[in-house]
């Protein structure tokens, strides 16, 4: 599960009315200004919009944000989406710069929500290159570790089917196929902003966030911004502290066994991680209590029951990372319940896009419809605004042409089992899937790129035959998820503009700045893991468990069933029918009923990677909640500061621990802990 592009939002009639209030509030806020002041930013051409300073914050914040979005990815595949934590950064860094500048003497412009958004666009698009890229999941898939723990010369995982990292084609590979998503929708901006009326919630939202923070009062900013710096000293000094105590595998306050060895053993410890504590405030509690249910019903039940079985279903002598022992359970049922989920959520989607569609067409007006009309009676001007700005047809149809044209040469001379044709196939039908996609998150604020480049991975993997499905599956997935993903953030991004009145010329530069920079930093940032640290070994903090289930969904289409393990297909079975009723639960049953359903993709991440990090996200999820008993209007404010503090600071301290490690500076102590 990538939560930042696979947000999974259950729609109940509360959670509605309090969005509706929320989005009234900050209607009520944007009425208070004054006629001048729209007027002044209605005028402000866009060349102004990107500023200079603007660039490098979104560098520096892009390159913090890609670091810390390796991490996560790296150790357990779940990023939250920090979007919100970009915009406050960049309030808090340029306004701190610009205060120093005046006390100094010397004078600064004006930092505006225009610039904010500017700078939350750019360093977003950076880091969601680390996000999506694949250096975790369909990439990372096709080094040698991965295909040794496949199940080596096993039918279907073919000894040729490996590519190992490098600098070189994988930062070629990202030029190639990252750019194509940013033209393939421009010329639907106006229909899909202005006529259709999609409110792109996450968009909404980071836009609300960034006009509060330029109309708040200089108090409440002051609190986020000593709340942020309070926060990421102490994760970063925490982290500092907690690596003298980890002289080498196994040792340190990641392995306290908060619970007892017995419960360690199984994983159930609490690790210490700030980053996934600030990551659990960041995320919903479903998100949160969905993998603290699926890391109990993995190693605390079924597992410890599996390894019971051990000479019986499967041969008592194999490795333990054996994909014919309990490991390929591990593997093929987590995939089972993100297949389900996603094969559900894909469906619902393009029923909702087709019923929606068809709705408009014949003139019918829906509940969204009504939403739409009231704000675009009370906003006209930001109508005049992003209308006025217009991105000529000609620059979307050409830049698509020419970065396919670009992606169909470069993509097979990287993967020789993409065959040419293959490449040119895949952007035909990319633009009608990008628009599927778009649509669909316009209305649900889920984001499919992934299900799609799945669907990808399954055909190519099939048609290109046992030799060279996997590579061909794993490296087409990155085709179709990069258009689809990157698309559809651009359209989200266009309604951040649109409702903070920055012009859509700015934003898509500031997107194209962001990619480069992305496809620049995110190849050197993984290396700086790969090199520092063991990544991909299923017993250490770097398990990169997206590698192995990507690869082994190749292997599916490839070998078909017969690549599980004894029984496993009756249990995949099992787990399949379980994800799909739970999302069907969720959606026929009233909302107090629902909201309780968990969601099966998260479930199904603690199957390979444990419950320890689903414990440290519960605290997270257990502080906002009690947070938010004692003071709501205090938590609604301070939690993005405080959750940012937390997660930065530690994954700040990531840099220096891994130039350590490749320097040959080991911990001085281990802490580790044995039964007397």
């Given at each position: 599960m990538e939560v930042e592009q696979r947000r999974i939002m259950k729609r109940e009639e509360d959670g509605e009315e309090e969005e509706e209030n929320n989005i009234q509030l900050s209607l009520q806020e944007e009425e208070q200004e004054t006629e001048e002041e729209m007027?002044?930013?209605?005028?402000e051409p866009w060349t102004k919009q990107v500023t200079v300073r603007g660039v490098l914050v979104s560098i520096v914040i892009g390159v913090v944000f890609s670091v810390i979005a390796q991490k996560l990815n790296l150790t357990t595949g779940i990023v939250p989406n920090l979007n919100s934590s970009a915009a406050l950064l960049a309030f808090v860094f340029v306004q701190t710069w610009t205060k120093i500048l005046k006390k100094s003497g010397f004078v600064a412009k004006p930092f505006t929500r225009q610039e904010n958004t500017m700078i939350q666009?750019?360093?977003?698009?950076?880091?969601?290159?680390?996000?999506?890229?694949?250096?975790?999941?369909?990439?990372?898939?096709?080094?040698?570790?991965?295909?040794?723990?496949?199940?080596?010369?096993?039918?279907?995982?073919?000894?040729?089917?490996?590519?190992?990292?490098?600098?070189?084609?994988?930062?070629?590979?990202l030029f190639a196929v990252c750019f194509i998503g940013l033209f393939v929708l421009i010329p639907l901006r106006k229909v899909m902003i202005i006529d259709l009326k999609l409110t792109y919630p996450s968009g909404l939202a980071t836009a609300v966030l960034i006009n509060g923070f330029h109309t708040q009062g200089d108090a409440q900013a002051k609190k986020q911004v000593r709340g942020f710096m309070k926060y990421f000293s102490f994760s970063f000094l925490w982290g500092f502290f907690q690596w003298f105590f980890s002289g080498i595998e196994g040792c340190g306050f990641s392995q306290f066994p908060t619970f007892g060895l017995k419960a360690w053993k199984q994983t159930f410890f609490f690790d210490f991680s700030m980053t996934f504590v600030g990551a659990g405030m960041i995320c919903s509690h479903l998100v949160n209590l969905s993998l603290l249910l699926g890391a109990i019903l993995s190693y605390g039940l079924m597992w410890p029951l599996l390894d019971k079985l051990k000479g019986s279903w499967f041969p008592d002598n194999l490795d333990e990372h054996n994909m014919k022992s309990i490991y390929g359970y591990k593997v093929f049922l987590s995939v089972a319940l993100i297949l389900g989920d996603g094969l559900y959520t894909f469906v619902k989607i393009l029923c909702v896009t087709i019923i929606s569609i068809n709705a408009r067409m014949k003139n019918k007006p829906n509940d969204l419809d009504d939403v739409g009309d009231k704000k675009q009676r009370k906003f006209l001007k930001e109508d005049e605004n992003f209308l006025r700005d217009k991105i000529p047809m000609w620059i979307g149809v050409s830049g698509y042409l020419t970065f396919a044209t670009v992606s169909t040469v470069v993509v097979p001379l990287i993967f020789p089992q993409v065959k040419w044709y293959y490449v040119i196939v895949a952007y035909i039908f990319a633009p009608s899937l990008a628009f599927c996609n778009a649509y669909g998150a316009g209305l649900t604020d889920i984001n499919m790129a992934y299900n799609y480049g799945k669907i990808g991975l399954f055909v190519l993997a099939a048609v290109t035959g046992r030799e060279n499905g996997v590579v061909a599956g794993l490296a087409g997935c990155g085709l179709i998820k990069s258009v689809v993903s990157v698309s559809c953030i651009l359209m989200q991004d266009f309604k951040t503009a649109h409702y903070t009145m920055t012009s859509p010329k700015a934003m898509f530069v500031s997107q194209m700045i962001g990619t480069i920079v992305g496809c620049i930093v995110t190849p050197l940032s993984f290396f700086l893991f790969y090199r520092a640290f063991d990544v991909g070994n299923p017993n250490g903090e770097f398990k990169a468990p997206y590698a192995l289930?990507?690869?082994?969904?190749?292997?599916?289409?490839?070998?078909?069933?017969?690549?599980?393990?004894?029984?496993?297909?009756?249990?995949?079975?099992?787990?399949?029918?379980?994800?799909?009723?739970?999302?069907v639960v969720r959606d026929l049953t009233p909302a107090k009923v629902g909201r309780f359903m968990p969601l099966p993709t998260a479930m199904a991440v603690p199957f390979l990677v444990g419950a320890y990090f689903a414990i440290d996200m519960c605290v997270g999820t257990v502080v906002v909640?009690?947070?938010?008993?004692?003071?709501?209007?205090?938590?609604?404010?301070?939690?993005?500061?405080?959750?940012?503090?937390?997660?930065?600071?530690e994954g700040l301290w990531t840099l220096p621990a891994a130039i350590l490690a490749l320097a040959g500076v080991k911990p001085p102590i281990c802490m580790k802990f044995l039964a007397s």
């Amino acid at each position: 599960m990538e939560v930042e592009q696979r947000r999974i939002m259950k729609r109940e009639e509360d959670g509605e009315e309090e969005e509706e209030n929320n989005i009234q509030l900050s209607l009520q806020e944007e009425e208070q200004e004054t006629e001048e002041e729209m007027s002044g930013r209605t005028n402000e051409p866009w060349t102004k919009q990107v500023t200079v300073r603007g660039v490098l914050v979104s560098i520096v914040i892009g390159v913090v944000f890609s670091v810390i979005a390796q991490k996560l990815n790296l150790t357990t595949g779940i990023v939250p989406n920090l979007n919100s934590s970009a915009a406050l950064l960049a309030f808090v860094f340029v306004q701190t710069w610009t205060k120093i500048l005046k006390k100094s003497g010397f004078v600064a412009k004006p930092f505006t929500r225009q610039e904010n958004t500017m700078i939350q666009t750019s360093a977003v698009a950076c880091y969601g290159i680390a996000v999506g890229g694949g250096f975790a999941s369909y990439l990372l898939g096709l080094n040698h570790k991965t295909y040794e723990l496949s199940g080596a010369n096993m039918e279907g995982n073919s000894e040729k089917s490996v590519k190992e990292p490098g600098l070189g084609w994988m930062t070629a590979y990202l030029f190639a196929v990252c750019f194509i998503g940013l033209f393939v929708l421009i010329p639907l901006r106006k229909v899909m902003i202005i006529d259709l009326k999609l409110t792109y919630p996450s968009g909404l939202a980071t836009a609300v966030l960034i006009n509060g923070f330029h109309t708040q009062g200089d108090a409440q900013a002051k609190k986020q911004v000593r709340g942020f710096m309070k926060y990421f000293s102490f994760s970063f000094l925490w982290g500092f502290f907690q690596w003298f105590f980890s002289g080498i595998e196994g040792c340190g306050f990641s392995q306290f066994p908060t619970f007892g060895l017995k419960a360690w053993k199984q994983t159930f410890f609490f690790d210490f991680s700030m980053t996934f504590v600030g990551a659990g405030m960041i995320c919903s509690h479903l998100v949160n209590l969905s993998l603290l249910l699926g890391a109990i019903l993995s190693y605390g039940l079924m597992w410890p029951l599996l390894d019971k079985l051990k000479g019986s279903w499967f041969p008592d002598n194999l490795d333990e990372h054996n994909m014919k022992s309990i490991y390929g359970y591990k593997v093929f049922l987590s995939v089972a319940l993100i297949l389900g989920d996603g094969l559900y959520t894909f469906v619902k989607i393009l029923c909702v896009t087709i019923i929606s569609i068809n709705a408009r067409m014949k003139n019918k007006p829906n509940d969204l419809d009504d939403v739409g009309d009231k704000k675009q009676r009370k906003f006209l001007k930001e109508d005049e605004n992003f209308l006025r700005d217009k991105i000529p047809m000609w620059i979307g149809v050409s830049g698509y042409l020419t970065f396919a044209t670009v992606s169909t040469v470069v993509v097979p001379l990287i993967f020789p089992q993409v065959k040419w044709y293959y490449v040119i196939v895949a952007y035909i039908f990319a633009p009608s899937l990008a628009f599927c996609n778009a649509y669909g998150a316009g209305l649900t604020d889920i984001n499919m790129a992934y299900n799609y480049g799945k669907i990808g991975l399954f055909v190519l993997a099939a048609v290109t035959g046992r030799e060279n499905g996997v590579v061909a599956g794993l490296a087409g997935c990155g085709l179709i998820k990069s258009v689809v993903s990157v698309s559809c953030i651009l359209m989200q991004d266009f309604k951040t503009a649109h409702y903070t009145m920055t012009s859509p010329k700015a934003m898509f530069v500031s997107q194209m700045i962001g990619t480069i920079v992305g496809c620049i930093v995110t190849p050197l940032s993984f290396f700086l893991f790969y090199r520092a640290f063991d990544v991909g070994n299923p017993n250490g903090e770097f398990k990169a468990p997206y590698a192995l289930i990507y690869r082994n969904m190749a292997i599916l289409g490839v070998q078909g069933f017969s690549a599980l393990p004894l029984h496993c297909l009756q249990m995949c079975y099992g787990f399949f029918g379980f994800a799909v009723l739970v999302n069907v639960v969720r959606d026929l049953t009233p909302a107090k009923v629902g909201r309780f359903m968990p969601l099966p993709t998260a479930m199904a991440v603690p199957f390979l990677v444990g419950a320890y990090f689903a414990i440290d996200m519960c605290v997270g999820t257990v502080v906002v909640f009690v947070w938010e008993k004692m003071n709501r209007k205090k938590a609604e404010v301070m939690v993005p500061a405080v959750a940012s503090g937390l997660i930065c600071g530690e994954g700040l301290w990531t840099l220096p621990a891994a130039i350590l490690a490749l320097a040959g500076v080991k911990p001085p102590i281990c802490m580790k802990f044995l039964a007397s």
